[in-house]
Every structure is written in C-alpha cells, then in structure tokens.
C-alpha cells in the first residue's frame, strides 16, 4: 500500500496530508454488525492534536487497489496514545478488515481535512440525523456540546448499539430504515419544524447516506431557512 494509493493518495499529499500507521490492541463485537477495535496512534495524536468528530482516512486494498475510508475517532487518548474505531458492519471491503481484525494487524492512516468548527454563537438546541456509520461522531459531537439539548433521529441499528447519550437532555427518536430513507425523510419533515420552532440558534448537523443526506440537507436549508454556517450535511455511505 505504501507503494501508491493512487489519484487520490497524490491529492493528499499535495495537500499536505500526515500519515501514520495504526496497530491493533484489542477488539469487541459490541453487536452483530458493529465492532469496535482500540488502536495504537502511531504519533498521530501529538502531531494533529484532538478535537469533536476528529476523524482519519484508512486505506485498505481492493483487487489489488487502494481503497480509503473515513472513521471518527472514539475515545482519543493522547497520553496513551490510542483510540478506539467503530465499524458499523455490512458488506464491502473495509467491513471485511474489521471482522478479521486481532491484536498486532497495522492499517495505515491519514489525516486531511478533519477540521470542526465551533458553531458562533453557540448553539441552544442541536439537531443530529444519522445511523450506525455516522454513531460514533454523533457521540463526538454530543460530548463536544457539553450540556446543550439536542434532538437525534437516529435511522436503523439495534437497541445495544453504544449510544452515548443522556436522556435529560437528548431525545433520540428511533426510525427503521425504509424505502432506501425515504422513510427517515418524512420522519424529519414531519417533525423537524416543531422542534426547531423557540430555538435561538439551532445547529443541524447530517450524516446519512448520501441521498438522504442531501434530501435532508436541502429541506433544512430551503423550507426552515436554517443558515449555511448552521448546518454541517455529509453523505457518509451510498445505498446500492
């Protein structure tokens, strides 16, 4: 891998992207389909520092090509050195790494373009729409409010998925995964503008599948008039 990760590994470097590599210490199946490992940084920490939904590039190769994807960081130690990474699993390359994964595999890592920007003023009410792949930085980024009240949609998954949220403050409203999002969708449409209704300055933050993630994103946007510098939308998986 370190020979050439192709186009997109070039633009990174030109970017001035830093690499590190990884090392496997422990795993956990926390679920069926969700496993967590704990990893040694490398340096990565000292060097990048630590901040709400940090997240890093992983590369991993497919057919004999480089393939990367992003993962937030979980629990990120910098005096030791390590953090942990969740894989919301199903089928595709990176999934498959996870479950084979054990203490002492390395996996080389980047980092570009993981900064987060403060919401100002702050926000009093946040607003986050997501599923298994985006639960790890919905985690990041409730612990990075502090005690601000915040409303999750939260699409699919299993009730032991390791939410990290504290139910005097955030409201998680469950809504299962139907006609590719379409579902999760209606859901918000429905209830969004209520929720958002005496909020002095609400933050939207998206992460769905891309579709649903621009569906969501444009309707914030253009029906609730919410502000672009109020509304962080990443599409974090494509729907085949």
């Known amino acids: 891998m370190a020979q050439g990760r192709g186009w997109e590994g070039a633009v990174l470097k030109l970017m001035r992207a830093k690499d590190f590599i990884l090392t496997v210490t422990d795993t956990e199946d926390v679920t069926e389909d969700y496993r967590r490992l704990r990893l040694t940084d490398g340096g990565l920490l000292t060097a990048t520092g630590v901040h709400p939904t940090m997240?890093?590039?992983?590369?991993?190769?497919?057919?004999?090509?480089?393939?990367?994807?992003?993962y937030t960081l979980v629990d990120?130690?910098?005096e030791a050195?390590?953090?942990?990474?969740?894989?919301?699993?199903?089928?595709?390359?990176?999934?498959?790494?996870?479950r084979g994964a054990k203490p002492g595999?390395?996996?080389?890592?980047?980092?570009?373009?993981?900064g987060f920007e403060q919401p100002s003023p702050a926000p009093s009410h946040v607003v986050a729409i997501g599923d298994p792949a985006s639960l790890p930085a919905i985690?990041?980024?409730?612990t990075g409010i502090g005690s601000v009240p915040a409303t999750i949609w939260f699409e699919g998954g299993d009730d032991a998925l390791p939410f990290?949220?504290?139910p005097g403050r955030h409201d998680v409203r469950r809504v299962p995964r139907q006609d590719a999002g379409a579902h999760l969708?209606?859901?918000v449409k429905d209830e969004l503008r209520d929720v958002l209704t005496g909020a002095e300055h609400p933050y939207?933050?998206?992460a769905c599948d891309t579709r649903t993630t621009r569906a969501l994103s444009s309707y914030v946007r253009k029906e609730l008039g919410v502000p672009k510098d109020r509304l962080h939308a990443l599409g974090y998986w494509r729907a085949s």
């Open 76 to 78: 990120p130690d910098p």
């Open 105 to 114: 595999d390395t996996i080389e890592a980047t980092v570009q373009g993981t």
């Open 164 to 166: 990290r949220t504290d």
């Open 55 to 70: 997240w890093v590039r992983l590369w991993f190769e497919n057919a004999g090509k480089p393939h990367q994807r992003a």
């Open 139 to 142: 985690n990041s980024l409730l």
């Open 204 to 206: 939207v933050w998206i």
């Open 81 to 98: 050195g390590a953090f942990c990474l969740e894989f919301a699993l199903h089928d595709g390359v990176a999934s498959d790494w996870a």
């Open 185 to 187: 969708v209606e859901r």
